[in-house]
């Protein structure tokens, strides 16, 4: 991987990282009220009010994560042009989508404040829409520093209103009030930062918007059908169980969730680079081998320890007294994390190649595929295991396979030039020494904390002495690792262009 590479990556993902670490924490904090003060029913219905807004916002947004990123990334040049029409077009597609949703809360048998949500989100969705216009400019620029304020400014917020909230009594509607007001302190952040890219600008033109929607409609279904089959899942088990399983299965969700931190840290910054060399073959196969390897490298672990610590984790975070249940559907997303991670890069390099066509096809596949078994396990393991999220967990970790299996067909095979399978190999065999070791330390009864942090350390010694890494990849992080460099990575700087 060529240097300069190498270092707009490192730069870019230390500055998500950084802001992930603070942000990940928050939501861990909140996790630790959230589902004990709402119940099963309340967090449900907070859970599916977020889903459909997550929905909903995919028509607003038209594909515009990666079709503006792309543009923005090959014409920075043009960049005050690009976001003058995508915000212009947004705002037209807001307004139909708004509409659209209040016609769909009238004819649902929701809950009055879970109706009364679903409209305050839908408002919302107008400066959430302009906000990831903006915030995909900023990624075309390479530079996440600055949404990274923002949403670091949103979490610490949302998390400090939101306990005081429910130690005071408050019920979801409130909870969901203030992730509102939390997501208008980003979308003002992400505003006044905007004039270090956007310099000037123009005038909306209307043909010019015509023109960013044209290309951004292959990127809007495949995140159509790419969001869908992640979220239709609880739409329809809330359709085909009770409230509470619906509860049970955001909470294992909401936590797998979280750890998807890592591929989409990787993504938002690997995707503009490998858009922006997309015709220079040779870095393109080994930025995107490479990446693989990273996410195989970083899944591994994490697959291993939530499944061996799901217990653990559901007792620390929601109590297994009324989240019991959650146990069984965290250990099965546990064994879909490692997909998951792969699924999103492979993605990611699909994309920036410019294949479209075919990675929409997939993704309508998935989608087929998705609310089918749905429909089938749902009502079967709710029949015979009284946990419907069961069915729809294993559905979503099939569906996982699928795609990884596609995407490593249709990725062109000039991009895996140069990987060495070897490397994971290696990986995995230290991944089973380390659930062999950590299983084993159960018996002890150590603290399960300290069991996991152990268990990292024990991973990561195990791909030195197997030779993972290469001496070059070794010098690089050692060169970029100090506290004087990281602060450079880290810190503004004037010249961004």
């Known amino acids: 991987m060529d240097k300069t590479i190498a270092k707009s990556i490192l730069k870019n993902t230390a500055v998500l990282m950084s802001s992930q670490v603070i942000t990940w924490t928050m939501s861990f904090i909140l996790l630790l009220f959230l589902p004990r003060y709402l119940g099963t029913v309340d967090y449900g219905r907070l859970y ?26 090959r014409n920075r040049d043009k960049v ?10 947004r705002i037209i597609l807001w307004a139909i989508s708004f509409i659209i949703l209040i016609v769909f809360v009238m004819f649902t048998n929701y809950h009055r404040l879970e109706k009364a949500l679903i409209i305050i989100y839908g408002i919302s969705m107008l400066w959430e829409g302009i906000r990831k216009v903006l915030w995909s400019c900023f990624q075309g620029f390479e530079q996440m520093r600055f949404p990274s304020i923002g949403a670091i400014t949103d979490q610490i917020f949302v998390t400090i209103a939101a306990i005081t909230a429910l130690l005071l009594g408050a019920n979801f509607l409130i909870i969901g009030i203030i992730y509102t007001i939390g997501s208008f302190i980003n979308f003002f952040i992400h505003l006044k930062y905007s004039s270090v890219i956007i310099t000037e600008i123009p005038k909306f033109n209307f043909k010019g918007a015509l023109g960013l929607v044209k290309k951004g409609i292959p990127y809007f279904f495949w995140s159509i059908f790419g969001i869908i089959y992640y979220r239709v899942d609880a739409i329809m088990l809330s359709f085909m169980t009770p409230e509470t399983v619906v509860g049970a299965y955001g909470a294992a969700y909401r936590f ?10 990787f993504s938002i910054a690997v995707f503009p680079i490998l858009s922006r060399i997309y015709k220079d073959k040779e870095n393109l196969a080994s930025t995107t081998t490479k990446s693989i390897d990273f996410i195989v490298l970083a899944g591994i672990p994490v697959s291993i320890l939530i499944f061996i610590f799901a217990p653990n984790i559901i007792d620390l975070f929601y109590g ?61 393991t709710q029949q015979y295991y009284h946990n419907g999220g069961i069915g729809a967990a294993i559905a979503t970790l099939v569906t996982e396979l699928f795609v990884m299996l596609w995407a490593l067909k249709i990725t062109p095979k000039e991009n895996f030039y140069g990987a060495k399978p070897m490397t994971i190999i290696k990986a995995l065999f230290a991944g089973i020494i380390l659930f062999l070791i950590v299983y084993s330390l159960r018996e002890i009864q150590i603290f399960w904390i300290l069991e996991a942090i152990f268990g990292f350390f024990i991973y990561l010694i195990l791909l030195f002495l197997f030779k993972v890494f290469e001496p070059k990849e070794v010098e690089f992080f050692k060169e970029y690792s100090t506290l004087k460099n990281l602060k450079n990575i880290i810190l503004p700087t004037k010249d961004i262009k």
């Open 256 to 265: 797998f969730d979280i750890l998807m931190f890592i591929p989409s840290i």
């Open 80 to 89: 005050g042009e690009i976001a003058v029409d995508a915000i212009g077009i």
């Open 320 to 380: 297994l007294r009324q989240y019991s249940s959650s146990v069984i559907i965290l250990k099965i997303f546990s064994v879909g994390v490692i997909l998951v991670y792969i699924d999103m890069i492979l993605g990611t390099a699909i994309l920036a190649s410019d294949k479209l066509k075919e990675w929409t096809l997939v993704a309508f596949g998935a989608v087929i595929l998705n609310v089918g078994l749905n429909y089938i396990m749902i009502p079967y």
């Open 48 to 73: 599916v009010a977020g889903s459909i807004m997550t929905i909903f916002l995919l028509f607003i947004d038209f594909g515009g994560r990666y079709s503006i990123s792309k543009e923005v990334a």
